[in-house]
């Protein structure tokens, strides 16, 4: 059986409104200055640039899960970093419920943070030691200053860890994080996000540092979220099997940029891009009726150095004279018009792409 197969989570179509995006993101870019070196300071010659994200553009809707993947170093999580303005866009635009956020003073930034909240990878390092459970959830409160009352206070963190179900909630309340599991402090963390009643989340790599056995809860945890509260859920993850089991859509970055981007089931069945192909094949298989590349050829390259054209071409197996000079634009993929792929074989139709599972 396929490791991608019967999901235990089934996804489901988004609901979207009539409106505006939850979250839109045009043409981001974050560049970081690297230090000159000192042939260039005697050259007087200006330093390198890493370009880490180099002109991103998606959307997300209310109660819509969209998965961001990609090998490490791809730039997916500067990319929703700098959609929550935790780090500086060089340049493009980040709305966020149709308000442009790009270029909001500091000061204005605190309305943003109850509305967009932010699940870190590692629940050991995310929590606070010395505080007990209630004071780590209701911190946010007091720091918005929404806590009119001790009494408010405590219902709105027993909400919290209801939601996360972290019942009974008066013995979780007073629990310090070492009394406290991987998968139990994920979901501490998780009700410190929604105490604060945010319409988007974005959830970094929020299974990774968990055990197999409690990867599933969270994953249906933050699946309910979405579905019941209407949440939007940007979740970055290197995993596809991850990906294909909650997300709405996927969206594939490859040093920088969008490569690939479409419904989860059909991109994850069907891959149109290299690189999203090179991705799932390597995903291990108990069975197989053919044989397919496991790893990919050569080493991600330095975002200080971008390629010429494709950025994937160095390491494309079906790179051709034009991948090296034209740089391809994300457009429909011929027999696929939902997902948009930036490869030139792909737009026409000249990549086998059917995955022939047992």
Known sequence: MSALANPAVAPTTASKDAGEHLLEVRDLAVHFALKRSFSDRLARRGGQVARAVDGVSLTLDRGELLALVGESGSGKTTTALAALRLLEPTAGTVLLEGQDITKLPHSDLRPLRRRAQLIHQDPYAALDPRLRTR????????????????????????????????????????????????????????????????SLLVADEPVSMLD?????????????????????????????????HVSDRVAVMYHG????????????????????????????RV???????????GEPPDASRVPSGCRFHPRCTFCEERCRSEVPSLLPATGDPGVLVACHLATEGALTTTRKDP
């Open 287 to 297: 069975h197989r009726d053919e044989e397919r590349v496991r790893t990919l050829p």
């Open 212 to 244: 197999v056995s409690v990867r599933a809860g969270i994953l249906q945890l933050l699946d309910g979220l979405r579905r019941d509260e209407g949440v939007g859920i940007l979740m970055i993850t290197h995993d596809l099997a991850t990906a294909a």
């Open 135 to 198: 004071d780590l959830i209701a911190e946010a409160l007091r720091i918005h200053g929404l806590t009119p009352s001790k009494e408010a206070e405590r219902a709105a963190v027993s909400d919290a860890l209801e939601k996360v179900g972290l019942t009974p909630v008066e013995t979780f309340a007073e629990r310090y994080p070492h009394q406290l599991s991987g998968g139990q402090r994920q979901r501490v963390a998780i009700a410190g996000s929604l105490v604060l009643g945010p």
């Open 257 to 284: 940029n969008l490569v690939e981007l479409g419904p989860a089931r059909t991109v994850i069945d069907r891959p149109q891009h290299p690189y999203t192909q090179a991705l799932i094949y390597a995903v291990p």
